[in-house]
């Protein structure tokens, strides 16, 4: 049987964060009334004049010299025709002969493996309109709202091998541009989006096979279901005695499989030709320095310092610097409290069970670092117990309260008067003789539970090594 090896290689979209489009001054705010944020200049009527956003090409130059590429001096603008009604003009202002960053890469890890992948070139470009399909209407609706955001097109080498890869190498590239704050990479919102490049060959064969592209993928789930689906179905094809055909196809990730959509186009398809309107770019060195100069900590350098500089664990800075939010949130707590593995540690167990309840991103979380570090050092100066502060952490996790105030308000200090704690105790030794029965046969299970009820009985809000010390001095005496 024939052993068969995948090959791909992405083209990712990437809508950067400046506050007006590429060409114009509307806004490029997500959402809003249909064709409410475009103008003329970026519907392209006749008549009117693109300006290029000085941002933009500041931007994609950012990414480009984090991804370890290099930078185009002297490069330009080009005009790629195509028809469809989500671009009234007709072609889009794109790069093709000289994009503005080539010849890069990044590093990534997969099972403890490292491995180079190449960045073939990165372009800006402008983003077209979007269709609405009305079922019920049978009809298309067209909304340009987004025409004339400004994109980058991250534009991989063929080296990916597996979906584990491509997940690996896109949360890579998210966390870059996260970084960097050239976008907020949301992509349920469109905002990075992954046309995938896949082929596969015979292990050992040298020439690739006929390749097919899967057009907007925005969801790491559906990107490994959708390639695991393209490797067996180009497979089958194969073993059939059947040939794979160039095209693009569309994922559809309900019915498992994907649908041809139309002949794969080449550059000569689309006609470039420069784009008259736009005079060409000159980059210099003085403007690279200080874009560079700009430059934030990266994760990579982040999670090393982590490690070194507070001591916490590789799994937990790995984990924090996953997310640029979480890792804003992390630093700025423990400049409040200087705990930092306490920090680390509410925020690799409470923080993540409440935004996996709440099936929020971490990059939403909204978590008050002065709030935070007030709850921290309530703990340590033993006025809450644990079991409260989970119950104040969860507050301020929804509402950012005052965890102060919310403990004053609801009674919640803790309680180490040992008066109460030994006559609650008693009690409770009186209304669980069976239990104090069992701890006095060599039960130890029996400690726990009747240190339980005490606790229940007050509340959660008992000194706990006040309970354990008198317990055992009670028991001893039965």
Known sequence: MKVYETVIGLEVHVELATKSKIFCGC?????????????????????????????????????????????????KFDRKNYFYPDLPKAYQVSQLYLPICRNGSIEIEVDGIKKSIGIHEIHMEEDAG??????????????????????????????????????????????????????????????????????????????????????????????????????????????????????????????????????????????????????????????????????PELRDAKMLRYVKEYEIPEYDAGIITGSKNLADIFEATVSLCNKPKEVSNWLMVETMRLLKESEQDAEELKLSPANFASLIELIDAGKINRTIAKEVFEQIFKANVDPNAYIEEHGLGMVSDDGVVRSTIENILKENVQSVSDYKNGKDKAFGFLVGQTMKAMRGKANPSVINEILRELLSKA
């Not at 987004?146 to 491509?166: N, W």
């Open 27 to 75: 806004t490029t705010q997500f959402g809003g009334e249909v064709n409410a944020h475009c103008c003329p200049i970026c519907m392209g009527m006749p008549g009117t004049l693109p300006v290029l956003n000085k941002k933009v090409v500041e931007f994609a130059i950012a990414a480009g010299l984090a991804m370890n590429c290099d930078i185009t001096k002297n490069c």
């Open 130 to 295: 979007k269709l609405v399909h009305d079922p019920w209407e049978d009809c298309t609706l067209v909304d340009y709202n987004r025409c004339g955001v400004p994109l980058i097109e991250i534009v991989s080498e063929p080296d990916m091998r597996s979906a584990e890869e491509v997940i690996a190498y896109l949360e890579k590239l998210k966390l870059i541009l996260q970084y960097l704050g050239v976008s907020d990479c949301k992509m349920q919102e469109g905002s990075l989006r992954a046309d995938i490049n896949l082929s596969i060959r015979e292990v050992g064969e040298p020439e690739f096979g006929t390749r097919t592209e899967m057009k907007n993928m925005n969801s790491f789930k559906a990107i490994a279901r959708a390639i695991e689906g393209e490797r067996k179905r180009q497979i089958e094809l194969l073993e059939d005695g059947k040939k794979v055909i160039q095209e693009t196809r569309r994922w559809d990730d309900n019915k498992d499989t994907s649908f041809a959509m139309r002949s794969k186009e080449d550059a000569q398809d689309y006609r470039y030709f420069p784009e008259p309107d736009l005079v060409p770019m000159e980059i210099s060195e003085e403007w690279l320095t200080e874009i560079k100069g700009r430059e």
